[in-house]
């Protein structure tokens, strides 16, 4: 089922890179695409327990569900991933 989430500190391509690179690696998800305008996330996964997969892997590497508390270590990590993103192109 196809699948949007709102997130934060999403800033340019480099943070998208990083995205779909990790999002893409987790299993039951594909299709993984981001808008950097609008700040979301989209991709197709098998159920709902899939969707809790994709958040916490989100907010491990520095993009938090929008509404979610974004600390200054979470901006830290969407920094160093958006550099790798930047990076790996």
């Known amino acids: 089922m ?9 800033k340019c391509g480099g943070c998208a890179n990083t995205i779909i690179k990790n999002l893409t690696q987790l299993n039951a998800i594909s299709n993984v695409e981001v808008d950097v305008e609008d700040s979301v996330v989209s991709f197709e996964m098998e ?4 969707l809790e997969q994709v958040k916490t892997t989100l907010k491990k590497i520095g ?7 974004n600390s200054l270590g979470s ?5 160093v991933s958006c550099a790798i993103g930047k990076i790996t192109t």
């Open 2 to 10: 196809k699948t949007r989430i709102h997130i934060q500190n999403l």
């Open 47 to 50: 159920s709902e327990k899939d």
């Open 63 to 69: 993009y938090p569900e929008d509404g979610e508390a």
């Open 75 to 79: 901006k830290a990590k969407s920094y």
